[in-house]
């Protein structure tokens, strides 16, 4: 949504150099395919904070995806603290894992609103936001935010060392490589990069037994 735009030119391979003799703005981005480059440039009379361009506007609208966004959560709320379904025991933008089969009357995965039953788990560890292991002696899902599903493999990462954060102040480092590609330079670096994973108590308070495990976790009064 930034408001500087640019504006993306196709041009010939053999009619680059008068391109380039001709434009005297900056030169944003640039690809080369086949015969052709694809580039794109630094158009200044295309900006929303030139007083001059009252009339050009992007093709965007936040009131749209505020509300897209705003319907989305109320009818996902339509699933949480209900009686009348199973214990939900987490839940993200568009799914939901209960601990027992809900009814067919929300599932239909053709229909547009309704919900698709993704899989049947017999172990599952929820620790947090894009932090959950799930597992039924036939497939293996660990999602770690900020960990690629490579490097979650070559880690060896799985739901018993998942389990290890329930421990009070438990922490898990790893490192992997992340591609960092800059197409203005034309280059692409693969850096190390080293993370670490641990619960934290930024959107609920975690309680803890006697002994240090985590049992549960409750809404923080603000």
Same mark, same amino acid.
């Given at each position: ?7 993306? /030119?196709? %041009? ?19 690809? =080369?395919?086949?015969? /052709?480059?694809? %580039? ?76 698709? %039953?993704?899989?049947?788990?017999y172990r599952a560890i929820?620790?947090?936001?894009? *932090? ?23 880690? #060896? ?6 389990? *290890? ?5 438990? =922490?898990?480092?790893?490192?992997? #490589? =992340? ?11 693969? *850096?190390?990069?080293?993370?670490? %994973? ?11 037994? #006697?002994?240090?495990? *985590? ?8």
């Open positions: 949504m930034a408001d500087n735009l640019g504006s993306v /030119h196709i %041009i010939k391979e053999n009619e680059f150099s008068d391109f380039e003799e001709d434009y005297e703005g900056e030169i944003i981005d640039m690809i =080369k395919f086949d015969n /052709h480059y694809l %580039i794109k440039i630094k158009d200044e009379n295309i900006s929303l904070n030139n007083e001059l361009d009252t009339d050009i506007t992007q093709n965007i609208s936040i009131p749209i995806a505020s509300a897209v966004t705003a319907y989305a959560r109320i009818e996902m709320s339509k699933y949480k603290n209900n009686s009348l379904l199973p214990n939900l025991y987490y839940t993200d933008t568009d799914s939901l894992y209960f601990d027992n089969p809900i009814s067919y009357k929300y599932i239909d995965s053709k229909k547009l609103g309704k919900l698709k %039953i993704e899989g049947e788990y929820f620790l947090s936001s894009k *932090l959950y292991a799930l597992d039924n002696n036939e497939e293996t899902i660990i999602k770690i935010r900020s960990l690629s599903k490579e490097s979650i493999k070559e880690n #060896n990462i799985n739901l018993e060392i998942i389990e *290890l954060l329930l421990e009070k102040d438990y =922490k898990l480092k790893y490192k992997q #490589n =992340k591609w960092f590609r800059n197409l203005s330079e034309a280059n692409i670096q693969i *850096l190390e990069q080293s993370f670490s %994973i641990q619960i934290n108590s930024l959107k609920r308070e975690l309680i803890y037994s #006697n002994t240090g495990k *985590l049992l549960s976790t409750k809404a923080i009064k603000l």
